[in-house]
């Protein structure tokens, strides 16, 4: 069955430290991929999507992503975390080419250390 | 700017009630997305919407309905609320119909909605 796994449900890190959230999934083929940012008191944000062509994705806010099919994974990374990168980060699949449904992780819960 | 609003940031409703949550955005957009948000479980899909007065069940339709009357509003209607509907209720709008799962979806602020 399709699946979309995020194994780490809260991470702290230290301001100006690097980030790197974890997604994966179970597919057979190559899934339509994102990460989204819910932000407290905020509906989601799109930070980056991945379809096909480079796996190293670049988005907003200096979050990157690379797809690794050989691991089902895309993993979220930032260089230097900001205070306000604190928020509840959600990787997001899509399985079907024109379908419409998205399967969300369970979400990561970022806390940013001054 | 794209925008979604959601009728309510914070609803409190009793057992049995009928509850509505109002979507609207102003983007013209074509499909329309009801979620809702639990801990532990991310967000799943309730029913969407890729045209006026057309609906789609999503993965958790039971105990729901939906109404899309005109393009920019989407509806979410709990016929007889119970308290396991105690939830954050998300709204969500993408361009194009058809677009699939290449188009961004749109996010509302959300609607925490408790059932006592």
């Known amino acids: 069955a399709q699946s979309v796994t995020q194994p780490d449900i809260h991470i702290t890190v230290s301001e100006g430290a690097s980030l790197e959230l974890r997604c994966n999934y179970s597919?057979?083929?190559?899934?339509?991929l994102f990460w989204y940012v819910q932000s407290p008191g905020q509906g989601l944000q799109l930070l980056l999507k991945?379809?096909?062509?480079?796996?190293l994705v670049q988005g907003i806010k200096g979050f990157e992503a690379e797809f690794k099919r050989s691991q089902s994974s895309f993993n979220l990374r930032k260089p230097s975390v900001h205070w306000s990168d604190a928020a509840e980060y959600f990787c997001?699949?899509?399985?079907?080419?024109?379908?419409?449904?998205?399967?969300f992780g369970t979400g990561t819960r970022l806390t940013v250390i001054p | 700017d794209v925008k979604v609003t959601q009728s309510s940031r914070y609803l409190v409703k009793r057992t049995g009630e009928k509850v509505f949550l109002e979507c609207v955005q102003d983007?013209?957009?074509?499909?329309m997305f009801w979620y809702r948000q639990d801990p532990g479980l991310g967000l799943r899909l309730i029913y969407f919407?890729?045209?006026?007065?057309?609906?789609e069940k999503g993965d958790i339709p039971e105990g729901y309905s939906v109404s899309r009357e005109k393009k920019e509003r989407f509806s979410l209607i709990l016929e007889s609320a119970s308290t396991n509907q105690t939830s954050m209720y998300l709204c969500?709008?993408?361009?194009?119909?058809?677009?699939?799962?290449?188009?961004?979806?749109?996010f509302g602020p959300g609607t925490r909605l408790t059932v006592l």
């Open positions: 969500a709008s993408s361009f194009t119909r058809g677009g699939g799962l290449t188009d961004t979806q749109y």
């Open positions: 991945y379809f096909s062509g480079d796996t």
């Open positions: 997001a699949v899509g399985f079907e080419a024109g379908a419409n449904n998205l399967f």
């Open positions: 919407s890729y045209d006026v007065k057309m609906k």
């Open positions: 597919y057979g083929a190559t899934p339509y």
């Open positions: 983007m013209d957009h074509e499909n």
